[in-house]
T-cell receptor, first 113, second 112 residues
Framework: DTAVSQTPKYLVTQMGNDKSIKCEQN?????MYWYKQDSKKFLKIMFS???????INETVPNRFSPKSPDKAHLNLHINSLELGDSAVYFC????????????FGPGTRLTVT | GNSVTQMEGPVTLSEEAFLTINCTYT??????LFWYVQYPGEGLQLLLK?????DKGSNKGFEATYRKETTSFHLEKGSVQVSDSAVYFC???????????FGAGTRLFVKA
């Protein structure tokens, strides 16, 4: 049983295109996250939703727009893709406020050409 | 603000060697501390955690002790295996918060 799943696993696209990444969790968690991991493995928080409410919105270009239709889903839409957007994007979930660990999806490797 | 600093890699060891990966943190309040591991091509997964001072987290032969006096949470393993080759992330969860702050990651290579 997959806990946190993401689609697609690989995404290759050209500059200027618009793309979406989808994430779903079946753990019953109420908080979900998007992270960006660069080629040096540095992990940067982008967004977080708690009960469908945006609670973390780091310094991210407004070409990136998250959307949470319900507690189990968090999608990421990216407009006008740029070369620098190439990275691995991870979705994660946790039980919410407090000392809870995060559960990560397998990642989506985005390559912009 | 809160932050996590861990030793730079890569760390290269021979099989059965002793492993230490240093991690120190800066935080207000009483954060929870974590080690996550990322195997090639996969997402991060929790390795161990400690939620208060002097707690020891342990899993799969790895250990780390929450030291408030030195603000440290060093990861240790007595005898590493080739299968331990991965990237290790130290992290803290802000007291009563939603945000987890990750260190930069330390890549470990274990040679047979």
């Amino acid at each position: 049983d997959t806990a946190v799943s993401q689609t697609p696993k690989y995404l290759v696209t050209q500059m200027g295109n618009d793309k979406s990444i989808k994430c779903e969790q079946n753990l019953g968690h109420d908080t979900m996250y998007w992270y960006k991991q660069d080629s040096k493995k540095f992990l940067k928080i982008m967004f977080s939703y708690n009960n469908k409410e945006l609670i973390i919105n780091e310094t991210v270009p407004n070409r990136f727009s998250p959307k949470s239709p319900d507690k189990a889903h968090l999608n990421l839409h990216i407009n006008s893709l740029e070369l620098g957007d190439s990275a691995v994007y991870f979705c994660a979930s946790s039980q919410g406020r407090g000392n809870y660990e995060q559960y990560f999806g397998p990642g989506t490797r985005l390559t912009v050409t | 603000g809160n932050s996590v600093t861990q030793m730079e890699g890569p760390v290269t060891l021979s099989e059965e060697a002793f492993l230490t990966i240093n991690c120190t943190y800066t935080a207000t309040g009483y954060p929870s501390l974590f080690w996550y591991v990322q195997y090639p091509g996969e997402g991060l997964q929790l390795l161990l955690k400690a939620t208060k001072a002097d707690d020891k987290g342990s899993n799969k032969g790895f250990e780390a002790t929450y030291r408030k006096e030195t603000t440290s949470f060093h990861l240790e393993k007595g005898s590493v295996q080739v299968s331990d080759s991965a990237v290790y992330f130290c992290a803290l969860r802000e007291t009563g918060g939603f945000k987890t702050i990750f260190g930069a990651g330390t890549r470990l290579f274990v040679k047979a």
